[in-house]
RNA sequence: GGGUCGGUGGUCGAGUGGUUAAUGGCACCGGGCUGUAAACCCGGCUCGCGAAGGCGAUACGCAGGUUCAAAUCCUGCCCGGCCCA
């Protein structure tokens, strides 16, 4: 993969397609300048294994490091093994408590394959930064500490937030930063890309590469997808994300649910759809000429193709308007013997549709349960159907009770 | 190390000895209106048992104590903010 691609685009040109839509380059002009050289640039993503999936969010910065694996360059996925272990405070108001091992090892194994769903994994480099992060000794930390103050630190805007609200701030937090940083130097790095919330952290790099007598790498940042509630970045500990392997029905129908101001961003970022059409869309949204619902069905349709074919979405986006919209029963849902259980709360239960026995109950008393289409109201219900029957909590989830 | 203030449910935040799992906001869930959007309205939001009225368990940093009764008082411990060193 070290071949270099034989490109007759001019180097300007190429860098220029490489950041299209990029939030903050530092700096085009070294990127230029070092894609001029002819020599494939090292490019990596750091990752921290820190949830068991990836989402669509991640999926906009997998996708310009497959730029970069398109143009021609060495892609290196990193998967922050080590830092997992630290925990990145970006963008948190309270201390992460560390992972266990064994969270990590099994987030470090669906972090490979789910990226494969954007990257085309055969032409990118894993590597682990516990690989020379954990050989450090004291004395070689204490070196890289003394490369960064505290007043730098406390530049980045949420450690800012932290300190004057009395928030606590561990030591240990401020080492992030200079792991990552390690992280660059240690590879060697020309180019590293990341959220706009990791700005910080890759700036902060470039004096550890140039103290080390390399050259700064370029850093890149690409705009951070909005969560389904619209407000906050897209996690999933917020419980906001659409993720990679969710099912086509989920996906299509969390994407329903964001509210109409952010449709040209996830036109842009989660289905990439051209600039021209994303500006139709903002336009259309702001005179009204455009249906929202309309427009939210095409975007959900794209984004479930994206990931699951598009005969997939258009199924999808069939079940959706069947059973959502005309409020028909599906044709496919789980189901769930009764297996000797007959009442209605242990049913839900067991469907995994409420927590817990009084959650259930509470279900039925509000309304919200129906039985082949019939709401029942009594929590106290037992099961009579004679044969199959479908449970429905809710307006969407369904499973079909076997006797 | 000294002083001082504080630690309440997913989150923020009331409550400072006495009906009641504990006011309120946010988040979330169900229902209504709708477009599984927004706004708005209603209800819910610890768990288990029981056909039901109900019963029981657990919960206000942790552990003890005082009391008929404790989130609320006392002691010790743990954790944090601020000030001083």
Redesign the pocket.
């Known amino acids: 993969m070290t071949d270099p691609t034989p490109n007759p685009r001019g180097a300007r040109e190429r860098a220029l397609a490489l950041v299209d839509g990029c939030d903050h380059v530092e700096t085009l002009e070294e990127l230029t300048e070092r894609i001029e050289r002819g020599r494939p640039l090292r490019v990596y993503l750091g990752l921290d294994p820190t949830s068991p999936d990836l989402h669509i969010g991640h999926a906009v910065v997998l996708r310009l490091l497959q730029r970069f694996v398109d143009d021609g360059h060495d892609v290196i996925l990193l998967i922050g093994d080590f830092t997992a272990r630290i925990g990145d405070p970006s963008g948190r ?2 201390m992460r408590p560390p992972l266990s091992d064994e969270q990590i090892v099994a987030n470090m194994q669906t972090y490979a394959t789910q990226a494969g769903m954007v990257l085309d994994m055969s032409r990118v480099t894993l590597m682990y930064n516990s690989e020379w992060l954990s050989k450090l000794t004291f004395s070689d930390l204490y070196k890289l500490l003394s490369q960064t103050t505290v007043a730098q630190m406390l530049e980045r805007n949420d450690f800012k937030e932290r ?1 004057e609200t ?5 030591l240990h937090e401020f080492i992030y930063p200079v792991a990552v940083a390690y992280d660059s130097v240690a590879m060697h790095v020309d180019v590293e890309v990341g959220g706009s919330d990791q700005l910080f952290n890759l700036l902060i790099s470039r004096p550890y590469q140039v103290h080390a007598g390399q050259e700064p790498e370029i850093c890149i940042t690409v705009p951070l997808l909005v969560g389904i ?3 906050k970045k897209m996690s999933k500990s917020t ?2 994300h659409i993720a990679l392997t969710d099912p086509p ?2 996906m ?3 994407t ?6 952010v ?1 040209p961003e996830y036109a842009r970022l989660a289905v990439c759809w051209p600039s021209s059409r994303v500006e139709a869309l903002a336009s259309g949204l702001k005179n009204g000429t455009v ?3 309309d427009e ?1 069905k095409r975007i959900a349709e794209d984004l479930v193709a994206l990931y699951h074919g598009r005969d997939a979405a258009r199924a999808a986006r069939d079940r ?2 069947r ?3 005309r409020g028909e029963i599906p044709a496919e849902m789980p189901e769930l013997p009764l297996a000797g259980r007959n ?1 209605l ?1 242990d049913l839900i ?1 067991a469907a995994g549709f ?10 039925v ?6 039985i082949d289409g019939t ?1 029942v109201t009594d ?2 219900a ?1 099961w009579t159907a004679a044969g199959p029957a479908v449970l429905q ?5 369904f499973a079909r009770i076997i006797p």
């Open positions: 108001n309270v300190y009395g928030t606590p701030i561990a509630d619209g407000r419980g906001n029905n989920d299509f129908g969390k329903m649910r964001i509210p109409d101001e449709l249906s929202p619902m939210k959706f308007e059973t959502i919209q009442k709360v239960v409420a927590e817990s026995k009084r959650a259930a109950a509470r279900l008393g509000e309304g919200g349960v129906r709401v929590p106290a037992r909590v809710g307006s969407r989830k």
